[in-house]
């Protein structure tokens, strides 16, 4: 009987300390990365220009018609002229999912991401003239997308 009893003991200790094991193991190395859920955001749907501006100074009629469209590592654009190429790769420069940097090297912040709004932050150097209007715009570009 004591066997008996010493063996069913055993037989739930072992269960219960499983279900623990079993249970640690869905926790947090489970949640997406903050670059994944990130990417998630990004490439969740074609990305249209709401507003942008430069230096504080409205720009948004330079840009319009803008779309901006993500997948894995490339970017397609509409209307995006000198500033988003009509596509392009892109790439997290850190883990925090905040920063990436296209294949020409430009550096971009997301300043704000949501599943309807989205807000990227980057430094263009040169103020680009074409067919008798401006094309982008030099200084601290703030593009403000929704869908």
């Keep these: 009987m004591k066997i008996k009893l010493l063996t069913y ?18 926790g947090k190395g489970s949640d997406p990365s903050p670059a994944d ?9 074609t990305w249209n220009l709401q507003n942008v501006s430069v230096d504080g100074i409205d720009q948004s009629s330079v840009y319009t018609g803008l779309t901006l469209r993500f ?4 970017f397609t654009s509409t209307n995006g002229r000198v500033v988003w ?14 920063n990436l940097t296209r294949g020409d090297g430009l550096p971009i912040s997301i300043e704000e991401a949501t599943t309807s709004k989205l807000v990227l932050k ?3 150097n040169q103020t680009t003239l074409g067919q008798g209007r401006v094309n982008s715009v030099k200084g601290i570009n703030v593009f403000t997308f929704g869908k």
């Design 85 to 98: 190429p009509a596509s392009g790769t892109w790439q997290f420069s850190d883990d925090t999912g905040k």
């Design 71 to 74: 997948n894995d590592n490339n």
């Design 37 to 45: 859920q990130m990417k998630n955001i990004l490439t969740s749907g």
């Design 122 to 124: 980057l430094t263009w």
């Design 9 to 26: 003991v055993a037989g739930v200790t072992l269960i219960f300390c499983g279900l623990l094991m079993l249970q640690s193991c869905g």
